[in-house]
Nanobody
């Protein structure tokens, strides 16, 4: 079992920055897949980024590439999403997700564990 807890959301003006955290309890293996998704009101859950915990590249949605960066702290079992140059269209509830097996995926259905989400609101 794994539990994920997101934090760091809030209200920020367009052009600003936020850093989200995803703290994982339970064992994270090198092969654990970690992802970030977001869901705006009235829209489907949308892929933001995905990576394998300890190796390989990090993948980003085109809409966030160059503005968002994922990092991790192995000692803290925590993944971060640094969001810069935020836009109003980035407003959403942001979720972190994990999968025990597989490859980094853009599909929400590929993930087994989800956090409760954290609200990010970007004002214009």
């Amino acid at each position: 079992q794994m539990q994920l807890v997101e934090s760091g959301g809030g209200l920020v003006q367009a052009g600003g920055s936020l850093r989200l955290s995803c703290a994982a309890s339970g064992r994270i293996f090198s092969s654990t897949i970690m992802g970030w998704f977001r869901q705006a009101p009235g829209k489907e859950r949308e892929f933001v980024s995905a990576m394998t915990w300890n190796f390989g590249p990090t993948y980003y949605a085109d809409s966030v590439k160059g503005r968002f960066t994922v990092s991790r702290d192995n000692a803290k079992n925590t993944m971060y999403l640094q969001m810069n140059s935020l836009k109003p269209e980035d407003t959403a509830v942001y979720y972190c997700a994990a999968a025990r097996y597989g490859s980094p995926s853009i599909r929400a259905a590929s993930y087994d564990y989800w956090g409760q989400g954290t609200q990010v609101t970007v004002s214009s």
